[in-house]
């Protein structure tokens, strides 16, 4: 991981399609920005934070799901 912000090299070779730009992710827990590689087995749902030391995993719950089991509950 890279706390680093690309350059604009990179950047600019990336948004032709020569590179692959690494992906930004914040950390919820110190609220640090990181780079995660693409060749690492990190994605932006579950990444290590370096800094802190905490795992950030992100779990998405369908909130029209969560609506329905509420409501069948009352």
């Known amino acids: 991981m890279n706390s ?12 032709v399609g020569l590179i692959e730009i690494p992906l930004t992710v914040n ?3 110190c ?4 780079q995660l590689a693409k060749d690492s087995k990190e994605t932006e ?8 030391g905490n795992t ?3 779990d998405e719950v369908n909130i029209s799901s ?7 509950s009352s």
Request: hydrophobic share 40%; aromatic share 14%; charged share 20%.
């Open 56 to 58: 950030n995993l992100r």
């Open 4 to 15: 680093k912000r690309p350059s604009w090299l990179i950047l600019a070779l990336g948004s």
């Open 45 to 52: 749902r579950c990444w290590h934070c370096n800094i802190c």
């Open 31 to 34: 609220n640090s920005d990181t």
């Open 66 to 72: 969560f609506n329905d089991i509420v409501a069948r």
């Open 27 to 29: 950390c919820w827990y």
